[in-house]
C-alpha cells in the first residue's frame, strides 16, 4: 500500500520526495543575502565540509524579521552525521541569542534530511530589526563559529556574486549533494536568480 502524497512535498509517482526540489522551493520564496563554506574538525580523521546558506523572506512575503539558515554538510557515514547534529546542536537554547544582539528568538535546528550522504539542518532566527551586512559580518557569522566550533574557509555575498561567470555547460557532474548544491548557488547568484 502506498502512503498518500504529501502536498507541501514535491513526489514522484513513488512517493519519494525530491529534497534538491524542496530546497528550490523553498529558496524561491526567499532572497538570499550570502553563503559561507566551513569545516568542521574531527580529531583523527579529515574534517568534514559543508556550507551555511543565509537568506531573509524576500519584501512584503512576510511581516517577521527573520534570516533563514540552512546548512549542508556531506556526511560519510551514521558516526560523522552525528558529529555534525552535535554541533549545530550547541547552537540551540539560548547560547546564538545571548550571542546575538538583536536576535530575539531561534526556531530549533530541524533535520530535512534523513540519508547518511549528507545532513541538511533549518534553523530560523527572529530578529528585532532589520538585517545587514556588519550584522551579519561582525556577529551572526562569528558566533555561529565559534559556537558551533566551525571553521570558515569562505563567504560569498550576493552583490559580489552577480559578476561571477557561470561554470560551463559541460563541467562534469558534483559527487555529492554538497557540491551539487554549491554550484547551484553560485550558478543562481551569477544569473541574478533567487
Known amino acids: 500500500m502506498k502512503k498518500p502524497k504529501d502536498a507541501g512535498n514535491r513526489q514522484g509517482s513513488e512517493g519519494i520526495i525530491d ?8 529558496y524561491a520564496g526567499e532572497q538570499m543575502l550570502a553563503f559561507f563554506e566551513f569545516t568542521l574538525e574531527r580529531p583523527g580523521n579529515e574534517a568534514l565540509s559543508g556550507l551555511c546558506r543565509i ?8 511581516t517577521l524579521r527573520y ?6 554538510v556531506d556526511t560519510h557515514d551514521s558516526a560523522t552525521r552525528l558529529i555534525v547534529q552535535k554541533a549545530l546542536a550547541r547552537l540551540e537554547g539560548s547560547a546564538l541569542k545571548t550571542a546575538v544582539s538583536g536576535m530575539t528568538d531561534g ?20 530578529l528585532g530589526s532589520e538585517v545587514n551586512k556588519a550584522f551579519i559580518t561582525t556577529q551572526l557569522i562569528p558566533a555561529l563559529a565559534r559556537i558551533a566550533q566551525l571553521h570558515l574557509t569562505h563567504v560569498e555575498w550576493w552583490e559580489e556574486s552577480r ?8 563541467a562534469p557532474s558534483p559527487p555529492s549533494l554538497l557540491a551539487t548544491v554549491r554550484d547551484w548557488l553560485r550558478r543562481s547568484l551569477s544569473s541574478g536568480g533567487p
Open 19 to 26: 529534497l534538491r526540489q524542496e530546497l528550490i522551493d523553498l
Open 55 to 62: 537568506a531573509q523572506p524576500k519584501p512584503h512575503r512576510s
Open 67 to 72: 534570516l533563514s539558515l540552512i546548512f549542508l
Open 107 to 126: 526556531a530549533i535546528i530541524s533535520s530535512l534530511d534523513s540519508s547518511t550522504e549528507s545532513y541538511i539542518a533549518q534553523t530560523d532566527l527572529l
Open 163 to 170: 559578476s561571477l561567470a557561470a561554470p560551463p555547460a559541460d
